[in-house]
């Protein structure tokens, strides 16, 4: 069992900037592939950024390519989420994810949501235009 705690979430201006941080905590934590998803109201579960386990690779969604920056820190077991110039349609509750891989996620592994196994209970972010 793997539990996920965000944190980071607030309101800011539109071209401000956010970090978010998620910590993990279990057994064999440290041995996850992380992801970031989005969701805000009437609208699906988006993909926004994953990292592989050992953090050398990375997968972001189109939308937020060059303004975030996923990364993973494995002696804290938290994996954290950079976003600049944020736009007001980056509004959402944001969550991350846990995927029990050591190898090299395919990208559709890292964009399903479905496929990881655990998930937090979200921070939420809001952009003010």
């Known amino acids: 069992q793997v539990q996920l705690v965000e944190s980071g979430g607030k309101t800011v201006h539109a071209g401000g900037s956010l970090k978010l941080s998620c910590v993990a905590s279990g057994r064999s934590a440290s041995d996850y592939a992380m992801g970031w998803f989005r969701q805000s109201p009437g609208n699906e579960r988006d993909f926004v950024a994953a990292i592989g386990w050992s953090g050398g690779s990375t997968y972001y969604a189109d939308s937020v390519k060059g303004r975030f920056t996923i990364s993973k820190d494995n002696a804290k077991i938290t994996v954290y989420l950079k976003m600049n110039n944020l736009k007001p349609e980056d509004t959402a509750l944001y969550y991350c994810?846990?995927?029990?891989?050591?190898?090299?996620?395919?990208?559709?592994?890292?964009?399903?949501?479905?496929?990881?196994?655990?998930r937090g209970q979200g921070t939420q972010v809001t952009v003010s235009s």
């Open positions: 994810a846990a995927l029990k891989e050591r190898r090299t996620l395919t990208t559709a592994q890292a964009m399903t949501s479905g496929r990881y196994d655990y």
